[in-house]
């Protein structure tokens, strides 16, 4: 399966085998890296151990390309990227920026898929901003 992340500033490749790779900043301005899972729903992460941040926290996300900020303009607790599909298909993909919370949302045009137990948290916002 051939699916890339991009960023939506650089169009940057941000994924690297089965993760997505991306610069981080916690509250108390810790700076590192971290991966995450490409599937979406999939949370897992991978990240320096020294590099800490707790649960609940809000993490600003960066590319580690051209260390734009990624968030969305939906709303201040979630990122953004391009993921580009097999078919060469492009959506916009919205996460939470929120260590822990798992809310993931697939955009297309006024189609959304979503994944993630706490997803339901942004669907007013999400659906708000979609031209239905």
Same mark, same amino acid.
């Given at each position: 399966? !051939?699916? $890339?992340?991009? *960023?939506?500033? *650089?169009?940057?490749?941000? $994924?690297?085998?089965?993760?997505?790779?991306?610069?981080?900043?916690?509250?108390?301005? &810790? /700076?590192? @890296? =971290? +991966? @995450?899972? !490409?599937?979406?729903? $999939?949370?897992? /992460?991978?990240?320096?151990? #020294?590099?800490?941040?707790? #649960?609940?926290?809000? @993490?600003?996300?960066? *590319?580690? =390309? *051209?260390? +734009?900020?990624?968030?969305?303009?939906?709303?201040?607790?979630?990122? &953004?990227?391009?993921?580009?599909? #097999?078919? !060469?298909?492009?959506?916009?993909?919205?996460?939470?920026?929120?260590?822990?919370?798992? +809310?993931?949302?697939?955009?297309?045009?006024?189609?959304? &898929?979503?994944?993630?137990?706490?997803?339901?948290?942004?669907?007013?916002?999400? $659906? @708000?901003?979609? !031209?239905?």
């Amino acid at each position: 399966m !051939n699916i $890339n992340y991009q *960023c939506p500033h *650089c169009n940057g490749y941000l $994924n690297v085998n089965d993760y997505i790779l991306f610069s981080v900043r916690t509250a108390d301005h &810790k /700076v590192g @890296l =971290i +991966s @995450l899972h !490409n599937e979406l729903g $999939n949370y897992a /992460v991978q990240k320096h151990p #020294e590099f800490e941040y707790k #649960e609940g926290e809000q @993490l600003d996300f960066y *590319c580690p =390309i *051209c260390h +734009s900020e990624l968030a969305s303009e939906v709303h201040k607790k979630l990122a &953004k990227i391009i993921m580009i599909d #097999e078919e !060469n298909s492009e959506f916009e993909i919205l996460f939470s920026r929120v260590a822990g919370e798992k +809310s993931t949302y697939k955009i297309v045009g006024e189609t959304m &898929k979503i994944f993630g137990d706490d997803s339901a948290e942004y669907l007013d916002f999400l $659906n @708000l901003s979609m !031209n239905f």
